[in-house]
């Protein structure tokens, strides 16, 4: 029997590349209050906290109503065209096909994004009937509280990898006292995986396979 009952899987840097979504959603939000965009190396690097962080960030406002406005402004566009400018990582379909015949091992997603626009992206790739669930994020809610929740829930077993490439992805799962992993094709460096020892550091997909 596999160590592990359950693979969670980050989207965003880890099943698909939202690069030119967010950066087009989060310069509308950001021109739409009169702040001027910014350049997509810029916002590239920001790819992977929620929304309010790093809105809040950019503009270095304290005021929570006004980043919520914010938000809500990247979501406007984001749900109407910046979720299908997303694009699928090379060897995901396949990863995820072989993952999904091993008997024993369920797969969910557990992202920061908005559940809506998380299982649009799954559909619009043909991935979502590989997971039983997609756990979304939602403002003020960290990844690390979404992980609880589907423990304590039992959504979830304690036999449970989470796979991201931010730094976001292995700390939730080391607060909630879960195994993690990391992938490098995403936006997060080695360094900063290595930061949180993760249980694995993958460069490519098909690597996954390899624990079983």
Known sequence: MSQYEWL?????????????????????????????PRAAAELTQ??????????????????????RAMVDKYRERYGETGYAENRLYPGITDTLQHLSQIEGIRLGVCTSKRADFAERILKQFDLHHYFEFVSGGDVGIAKWQQLHGLLESNTISSRALMIGDRHFD?????????????????????????????????EKPSEILNIF
């Not at 969670?8 to 509308?28: Q, R």
């Not at 920001?46 to 109503?65: F, K, M, N, R």
């Not at 799962?173 to 993958?202: C, I, M």
Request: no cysteine; net charge negative; glycine share 8%.
């Open 8 to 36: 969670l899987f980050d989207l965003d840097g880890t099943l698909s590349d939202p690069a030119d979504g967010f950066v087009n959603s989060m310069n509308h939000a950001l021109t739409s209050h009169n702040y001027p």
């Open 46 to 67: 920001h790819i992977g906290p929620p929304l309010e962080v790093t809105l809040a960030h950019l503009t270095g406002s304290e005021d929570s109503t006004h980043v």
């Open 170 to 202: 292995l700390s939730a799962a080391a607060k909630n006292k879960l195994p993690s992993a990391g992938v490098l094709w995403g936006y997060g460096s080695r360094a900063e995986l290595n930061e949180y020892t993760p249980a694995y550091l993958f």
